[in-house]
């Protein structure tokens, strides 16, 4: 009896605790491969000038592709590592794995689980999320929500990779000069401080899902010789998207995250959007009201990276000094699908 009313009690104080947990983020890391890709490469590969329009336009000057034998699960492994040095942890203290990616090291298994094994997170389970470039914010939600609801939580690695240059096609003038590759990951740890993940929301609008992708590979379109050479394993624009799209929804779940806190838009010190388009970043800003200075931008280093882009530019403003413990950020990504999700965090 003595032992079921201990066991009682302990479980009542997990709750208690439990209730006041949010996730904090502790550790920040990213990896951007070695190899440089500069404008001119497409002026060279196209034959006419490229360069003039993607920098006046979305302000791109180079990306980083990964080399032939670099996988995705190389670029995770490297911004892990980072973030794990960052909190100040070892592997063995993560108790789970999140990736979000849409360019698996393998159709199946997942490739967290590859990442765990080459980590040595010996204490830690896995699993990836594919909601395309909403992937990371994706996945900080869920995370967060796994350790507000569990106790035994202590630390959780997130990771965004985007390995996209193995999917273009070099004479596609539409997808090959924007995708780039990267890994971007935070850890996160509880707090009962009042700091960390406050609110989020995912969003979808699933009539899209044809108009961008990678249409085959899967068990629709599986890969043989007639869908090759129609080149649809590779990733194609099919139709063009309103560009209002974005900034309308954007600024939707932004201000729908302010409200729940009793916040306006210009108390967040930060704001970090998908990077395809410099011009909806700043049209959402716009939009709020805010100075276009608080949006995170490093399209013109890194070009588009996807489920990547949101944790690397994170880790920019983080090396740069441009966000400080206390600081509301706000986290808004979009993908193919489509699907949104977005985070308010106190960092």
Same mark, same amino acid.
């Given at each position: ?19 006041? %947990? ?13 190899? #440089?890709? *500069? ?10 000038? #490229? ?7 979305? !302000?791109?000057?180079? %990306? ?17 590592? =980072? ?8 592997? $063995? ?15 199946? *298994? /997942?490739? /967290? ?42 630390? #959780? ?19 090959? !000069? ?10 996160? /740890? ?18 899209? &899902? ?33 560009? $209002?799209?974005? *900034? ?25 959007? !998908?990077?395809? &388009? ?12 805010? &100075? ?18 949101? *944790? ?26 489509? =699907?949104?999700? /977005?985070?308010? #965090?106190?960092?």
């Amino acid at each position: 009896m003595a032992e079921t009313v201990g066991m009682t009690e302990n479980k009542a104080e997990k709750e208690k605790i439990t209730g006041k %947990r949010r996730a904090k983020i502790t550790g920040i890391g990213a990896y951007a491969p070695e190899k #440089v890709v *500069p404008n001119s490469y497409f002026n060279e590969i196209l034959g006419e000038d #490229v360069d003039t329009w993607l920098r006046e336009n979305l !302000t791109i000057r180079e %990306r980083r592709w990964s080399s032939g034998d670099e996988s995705t699960a190389d670029l995770s492994e490297k911004a892990a590592k =980072a973030a794990i040095s960052d909190a100040g942890i070892s592997p $063995e203290d993560i108790n789970l794995i999140i990736l979000a990616t849409d360019t698996p090291e393998f159709i199946s *298994p /997942s490739t /967290s689980s590859v990442v765990q094994y080459r980590l040595g997170a010996v204490n830690a389970g896995t699993f990836d999320i594919n909601t395309a470039c909403a992937g990371f914010v994706t996945a900080l939600n869920t995370a967060s929500k796994f350790i507000a609801g569990d106790p035994d939580m202590k630390n #959780v690695l997130v990771i965004g990779a985007y390995n996209m240059s193995k999917y273009l096609d070099l004479h596609d003038k539409k997808t090959v !000069t924007l995708f780039a590759d990267g890994a971007g990951a935070v850890v996160l /740890s509880p707090s009962v401080e009042g700091d960390g993940f406050l609110n989020g929301e995912l969003y979808t609008e699933g009539q899209y &899902n044809e108009w961008m992708g990678i249409y085959a590979g899967g068990t629709k379109y599986p890969v043989n010789a007639e869908v090759v050479a129609k080149k649809d394993h590779l990733l194609k624009f099919v139709k063009k998207f309103p560009k $209002e799209l974005n *900034p309308e929804i954007w600024t939707k779940m932004v201000k729908t995250a302010c409200e729940k806190e009793g916040k306006t838009p210009d108390e967040i010190g930060r704001y970090f959007f !998908t990077q395809i &388009n410099i011009n909806s970043i700043w049209q959402t800003l716009d939009n709020l009201g805010v &100075n276009r200075d608080k949006g995170e931008a490093i399209m013109s280093t890194y070009g588009y990276t996807g489920s990547a882009c949101i *944790p690397m530019a994170l880790n920019e403003a983080y090396k740069a000094g441009r966000i400080k413990r206390g600081d509301l950020l706000m986290f808004v990504g979009s993908g193919g699908g489509l =699907a949104f999700a /977005s985070a308010l #965090v106190k960092f």
